[in-house]
């Protein structure tokens, strides 16, 4: 090799590599055009020692996302039964005494019966039935310092094995259609809708409402009536023995009282 | 206007006091105590012993009417404060109604 200016001594070549027995070539080292969705870093490190020792490509599930969605879907649903309890009944730990405006409403005790019974209950997997509890998702029976009864609990752990090795049922279970958030949605949206449980409670409530306030019209004309009838009497008695007893004083004077002569009458008769 | 008619008068409308008090039509008995008031001080100190009878029996009458009107005033007092009571419950109802 002179040491003047470099010479190229053999030109580069397109990497050369076999996947599970089929020969495959790449113009560099970076293959991503083998396998959709992998892509292999062909270094020095990767294809071991001697070149060409051949190595195990494990693939796995990318199951961050999953997880983060059914996170959410848990803190929702969460959401949703601390809200019953500051309407209904409080279901916390530090529950008070006195429950919320709904606390004895049937409609809210259907509406949390219903989605919790969907919570609770199996997706259809096949021949099997999946449900949440197989994810590591339970419900909470008694209050926690930070859980109220009946919501969700999940067991990180059991969650990412259960993604990792039963990807087909946790696919069923959150089912664009038949899953459990699916059928959540549909019930939530047959109670908000027209003509659903929540309108119709609405339109009712309303009802009521508009009455009492009739009532309440009838209610302060009446009283106002009554204040103005009594008060003509105690006027009309007030005038009565006022005049009465003035009449009563200036006959005393004209006449003589009882026990002695009326001053005008003496005047008179001297 | 003469004494005699005068006292007639008086007492005819004394009369119509006592039946209007009765009938509870205080109204009436304050309107026409206000009509007879006038007639009174037409009234001369000298009467016959037969007027001075009728003076006497219209100041019994009055006397009565007043005692009654006394009577019933406090009751109404208390029918109305009781009346106004039961409303305010009532009202009451309707403002927890509406929560």
């Known amino acids: 090799m002179s040491t003047s200016a470099w010479t190229q001594t053999a030109s580069a070549q397109d990497a050369e590599f076999k996947i599970d027995g089929t020969a495959a070539t790449s113009s560099s080292n970076t ?12 270094t020095a490190a990767a294809i071991g020692t001697p070149a060409g020792t051949p190595q195990t490509l494990t693939v796995a599930q990318n199951t961050a996302s999953a997880s983060t969605a059914i996170n959410s879907f848990v803190t929702l649903y969460n959401t949703l039964v ?8 409080d279901n916390s730990q530090a529950a008070s005494t006195q429950g919320g405006v709904l606390s004895s409403n049937p409609m809210l005790a259907t509406i949390q019966n219903t989605l919790a019974a969907i919570v609770g209950s199996g997706v259809k997997n096949g021949n099997s039935t999946i449900s949440l509890g197989a994810l590591g998702i339970t ?32 696919a069923a279970l959150f089912n664009s259609k ?7 949605t549909t019930s939530l949206n047959s109670y908000l809708g027209t003509g659903g449980l929540i309108a119709n409670s609405q339109s009712a409530v309303n009802t009521d409402l508009k009455s009492i306030t009739t009532q309440q019209t009838a209610l ?6 009554l204040t103005s009838q009594y008060q003509a009497q105690f006027t009309a008695l007030n005038t009565l023995m006022a005049t009465m007893n003035n009449n009563s004083q200036y006959l005393t004077q004209l006449f003589g ?6 001053a005008l009458a003496t005047g008179a008769s001297s | 206007m ?36 006038p007639l009174f001080m037409e009234l001369t100190p000298e009467q016959d012993a037969t007027a001075m009878e009728v003076i006497n029996r219209i100041q019994a009458i009055d006397s009565a009417i007043a005692a009654d009107a006394k009577t019933t005033q406090s009751e109404l007092q208390v029918e109305y404060s009781s009346a106004m009571k039961k409303v305010q419950a009532a009202s009451k109802y309707h403002q927890a109604a509406k929560f």
Do not use: C, F
Not at chain 1, 82 to 89: D, I
Not at chain 1, 146 to 165: E, F, H, R, Y
Not at chain 2, 10 to 18: C, K, N, P, S, V
């Open chain 1, 178 to 184: 038949t899953g459990v958030a699916a059928q959540l």
């Open chain 1, 257 to 262: 009282g009882t026990d002695s002569a009326g």
């Open chain 1, 82 to 89: 601390t809200t019953y309890g500051q309407v209904g009944n």
């Open chain 1, 139 to 170: 419900l909470q029976g008694q209050a926690s310092a930070t859980q109220p009864a009946g919501s969700l609990v999940i067991d990180p752990t059991k969650l990412a094995a259960a993604l990792q090795s039963n990807p087909s049922g946790v």
């Open chain 2, 2 to 37: 003469e004494q005699n008619s005068l006292i007639d008068r008086l007492l005819e409308l004394t009369l119509a006091i006592q039946h209007a008090a009765a009938m509870a039509d205080w109204q009436e008995a304050a309107r026409l105590t206000e009509e007879r008031t």
């Open chain 1, 31 to 42: 293959v991503t055009t083998a396998l959709q969705g992998v892509t292999l870093n062909l």
């Open chain 1, 220 to 225: 302060t004309a009446y009283t106002a009536q």
